[in-house]
């Protein structure tokens, strides 16, 4: 770039041009000689190091170069230099306040005149873009294969859930042997919640999504958490300023506050106070919903900047080694993610935690009744003939005694393919139960369009230990499709097919025929 001449007004117009790019580029362009002092400097290089461009004219570029940096920069200008052709480099330059910035170079030397001309872009927001790809892409990536594994551990639970509950009733004659049934039972529910939280994590957990009432929520909550938290934290729930009412699964939300609560109390050092309460976000997307913030504020330790940056990171945790398992932001943020909203964290060293869990709005509440998952089973009016397609033997032996035990006649078969054969020979079948995730080309819901083009009306529930949200809101959605979570027990199971027979359980309440895994 050459320099522009005093006192001249005369200016060409291709002159006058390159002038106002050198000035008023966002880029930072500078004229260096050959012995790597500094010519000229456009105005935007006092962003990147903290100098006007005055204060830089005659100083060595390689004073302005991280020193980790200044070998290889030094390299590079005595190439260019020479005349030799470069491709563009990053190095990193520091600021007067001690920063550094990343920054791409071009560099060439302007003929066979003693001057370089570099042009250099700031690649801070370049690489923050690229480093969010890069970790959403390593979310997916863990996302896929935890809930790969989690459909497969799902089977697996259900078949121990099952046989385990069923070994509990008929050993009501032998206590101490009942209570070792009983304890298997509960570690393996608990086995369940633990699989339901990784699936919560991969964003592909089941939800029954219902109207709730924020304030009524939280105020439901509080007893739980004194109990939880211990007598050392101060619990305050604030009401809103009038009523407010989100939609989202009220077992995963009761699941994400509890977690936020006890990261609280353990940031907190175990004493402290913790506020919750719900607002009005003021976010609204461009087709016009609007979003509750349920808020869990702590007066806590805070988190660094660095922290709060990998917060949701899968597995990460500050806690020590086995006292956390680094799932518990990032399975709150996967809820929060499947429900339509998000998850914000704002923290300062010192100064505490706010956590907001953003949901949907719903304008009124919904009258949803919640579905009874205890209780002793009852037989349902009359026998009926189910279709049962489950690829995995253990379970399908399983929900055939099962669905024997409840009073259903029941054709097992392996695949879709079988299924439908079946199905073209036996007309009397009442309801069609099937997997939705089933090798052999035909999968659970493209079993049951064919079944349905056969029998119209044909009853189905599906069942799956790992579907994406949406799956599940199409199905709900049509209404003639109950689903079944992985791991489920005896009672849900019978509730569910009662519910599409349209039977009433004894003792039971009309519920929807949905369950989370």
Not at 9 to 17: E, G, I
Not at 345 to 351: C, D, L, Q, W
Request: a negative charge.
């Amino acid at each position: 770039m050459p320099r522009r001449p005093a006192g001249r007004a005369d200016l060409t117009p291709a002159v006058k041009a390159a002038q106002a790019i050198f000035d008023h580029s966002h880029d930072i362009i500078c004229v260096v000689g050959v012995d790597g002092r500094f010519r000229q400097v456009n105005r935007h290089a006092e962003r990147l190091w903290g100098y006007r461009p005055e204060e830089m004219i005659g100083r060595c570029y390689l004073d302005f170069i991280h020193p980790d940096d200044r070998d290889e920069g030094a390299d590079i200008g005595r190439q260019v230099a020479a005349g030799i052709r470069i491709k563009p480099f990053v190095n990193r330059h520091l600021h007067t306040d001690g920063t550094a910035t990343p920054v791409m170079w071009s560099s060439v030397r302007a003929g066979s005149g003693d001057e370089i001309i570099s042009i250099g872009r700031d690649m801070r927001e370049h690489m923050a873009t690229e480093e969010k790809l890069r970790q959403a892409q390593k979310m997916e990536a863990i996302g896929r294969l935890t809930g790969g594994i989690a459909h497969d551990f799902n089977n697996l639970l259900t078949v121990v859930i099952g046989s385990t509950e069923s070994l509990a009733d008929d050993l009501a004659g032998r206590p101490d042997l009942q209570a070792l049934a009983r304890l298997a039972l509960d570690a393996a529910e608990r086995g369940a919640e633990l699989v339901s939280r990784l699936l919560a994590f991969a964003r592909t957990q089941p939800l029954a999504a219902r109207t709730i009432d924020c304030d009524r929520f939280l105020h439901d909550l509080l007893p739980i958490l004194q109990r939880t938290l211990g007598s050392a934290i101060q619990v305050e729930v604030k009401p809103s300023h009038g009523p407010l009412y989100c939609l989202a699964d009220r077992t995963q939300l009761t699941s994400a506050v509890l977690n936020l609560c006890i990261n609280a109390r353990d940031a907190m050092r175990g004493a402290g106070r913790l506020t919750l309460s719900a607002a009005r976000d003021g976010f609204i997307a461009a087709d016009g919903p609007t979003y509750v913030a349920i808020l869990v504020q702590d007066t806590g330790e805070g988190m660094s900047p660095q922290v709060r940056a990998r917060a949701l990171e899968p597995f990460f945790t500050t806690k020590p080694e086995g006292e956390g398992s680094g799932l518990g932001l990032s399975m709150v943020h996967g809820f929060a993610t499947q429900s339509g909203g998000r998850l914000e964290i704002a923290s300062e060293p010192g100064r505490g935690t706010q956590v907001r869990i953003v949901l949907p709005q719903v304008p009124e509440p919904e009258a949803l009744a919640t579905p009874t998952t205890e209780g002793p089973a009852a037989a349902p009016v009359r026998a009926r003939h189910v279709l049962l397609v489950e690829d995995d033997d253990l379970l399908r032996g399983q929900v055939c005694r099962q669905l024997a035990s409840l009073g259903y006649r029941v054709t097992a078969q392996r695949s879709g393919r079988d299924a439908l054969d079946c199905l073209a020979e036996a007309p009397d079948v009442d309801l069609l139960m099937t997997d939705i995730v089933m090798p052999g080309g035909l999968n659970g819901r493209q079993v049951a369009d064919e079944a349905r083009r056969l029998y119209p009306g044909l009853p189905v529930v599906f069942t799956s230990g790992h579907t994406d949200e949406p799956a599940i809101r199409a199905l709900r959605a049509e209404g003639a499709a109950g689903f079944l979570g992985k791991p489920y027990r005896r009672a849900e199971l019978a509730q569910t097919l009662a519910q599409m027979f349209g039977d009433q359980l004894a003792g039971d309440q009309p519920t929807v025929a949905v369950f989370a895994g």
